[in-house]
């Protein structure tokens, strides 16, 4: 999985790694040309860009070229609106399976507010 977004729409602040798992914080673009248009009175991270941004940084922690194979379940439980919340905090933990697969559940977070929720599994 290339990264198309990093470095452009978002920046990794920090990223860790441990055995079971990835914390990061990110911030974002404000200025990038894609909140002209989602939405441009009231600017919103896309869904697709949040879980895009969940496999770039996965593989950028792990040093692999893993591809979302399932999504069990994605929850976009509050917009990020990069004006108001321009960091976010991820975790992102995962059991790595007998045929190779990382199953991975994940979450975004700034302070007690959580944005989004993921499960399913990369290859």
Known sequence: MSAILRDIFYHTDSIQKTDTGVTAQVTFDKEHPI??????????????????????????????DLQLSSAASIKFLSLVDPTKTPTLNLTINYAITGDGAYNVSSQYFWNETVFFKFKGAYR
């Open 35 to 64: 909140f002209k248009g989602h939405f441009p009175d009231m600017p919103i991270v896309p869904g697709v860009c949040q879980t895009q941004m969940l496999g770039e940084i996965l593989n950028e922690a792990l040093g692999k």
